[in-house]
């Protein structure tokens, strides 16, 4: 079974001073991306930078204005078009690009959160829809100097999704709704695009993690 030692010693050798490498971790909601994306960015230290897709989420007032708030998470909330632009100008390393972040406990993205100066060699970015082959999203995976996939135990994932929609407010009811509603079809979509990865993580234990 692949470690995070395993994992870390492949993202070292992309967190080269004087490059700039991009790389992708993939998986359903509570797949264990954002764990394992700091995890790596925590033991680089200085040498890597972590930019979520999610910081790429419609705003509420939006996703109303279009009739989609009760499909947010789907493919079509977000700004994908606006993502690959980042991912490409990530990729090239060029300036600072200040990046979104998405802050769950408003449910909004907040522009520029997240300063990426090019001197930093390794961006690490996490997100659902990496490898989805519809466009614009087929843009991300030619910029990715890696793409990671992860797929936990099924039950496992969803008990975390659970407890984090409840952790925001859901109640078990909702929350439980929530996961096995829109949740899974997103997730069933997240499933396909694993054999465009470069490394697909199967049951990779997250208590093992360096955070």
Not at 17 to 37: C, E, M
Not at 74 to 83: C, E, L, Q, R
Not at 146 to 163: G, H, K, Q
Request: aromatic share 6%.
């Amino acid at each position: 079974m692949t470690s995070f030692e395993d994992l870390l010693t492949r993202a070292q050798a992309f967190a080269k001073p004087g490059q700039r490498s991009v790389l992708g971790i993939v998986g359903a909601p509570a797949s264990g991306k954002t764990t394992l994306a700091w995890s790596l960015a925590n033991a680089l230290g200085s040498r890597a930078c972590v930019v979520g897709m999610d910081g790429f989420h419609l705003a509420q007032v939006e996703l109303r204005r279009l009739g989609r708030t009760d499909r947010k998470g789907a493919p079509d909330t977000f700004d994908a078009a606006g993502y690959v632009n980042m991912i490409r100008r990530l990729s090239e390393g060029r300036d600072t690009v200040y990046a979104p972040e998405f802050r769950r406990e408003i449910e909004e993205p907040i522009a520029g959160a997240v300063a990426v100066p090019p001197e930093v060699p390794l961006v690490i970015t996490e997100g659902n829809y990496l490898l989805l082959e519809e466009d614009p999203w087929n843009g991300v995976k030619p910029l990715l100097t890696e793409a990671w996939f992860l797929a936990p135990d099924e039950p496992e994932r969803l008990e975390r999704l659970v407890s984090r929609h409840r952790r925001y407010g859901r109640s078990l009811v909702e929350a439980k709704q929530r996961a096995l509603g829109s949740d899974q079809r997103n997730a069933d979509l997240i499933a396909s695009t694993a054999p465009r990865a470069d490394l697909v993580l199967e049951n990779l234990p997250l208590t093992n993690f360096a955070l």
